[in-house]
């Protein structure tokens, strides 16, 4: 399975794959936004939706990190292991820290922006 520059999930086969359930992408300014969450993913049941702008993956600044490590680094990991992102909400300016665990997903995008 081709993984996508904005892949923000670890390909674990065709039907499935390991992380944290969302597609992200790098905006103007290095910023990195949420642009798809995957229907009962943990990052779905964590409450985060498209649009939500990620701060920090692990107590790192995300303006300091390529996009490459980010991902490859940073939003993946070991199936069962958890990551702390800080977010900023898309309705809401006020920064909160959400902790998601990595898992198996299916494909199935429930939002998208």
């Not at 996508?4 to 992380?19: C, I």
Request: charged content about 30%; proline content about 4%; some cysteine.
């Amino acid at each position: 399975m081709a993984k996508t520059k904005g892949e923000g999930n670890g390909v674990k086969n065709r039907q499935e794959t390991v992380g944290t359930g969302m597609k992200v992408v790098r905006c103007r300014g290095k910023r990195i936004r949420v642009v798809e969450v995957i229907k009962n993913s943990n990052a779905d049941r964590a409450g985060i939706l498209p649009g939500t702008f990620i701060t920090s993956v692990g107590g790192y600044d995300v303006k300091k990190v390529s996009f490459k490590d980010l991902v490859t680094q940073y939003l993946l990991g070991r199936e069962g292991s958890r990551v702390t992102v800080a977010i900023i909400p898309p309705d809401t300016k006020e920064k909160k820290y959400v902790t998601i665990m990595r898992g198996a997903v299916s494909p199935e995008i429930t939002r998208r922006k």
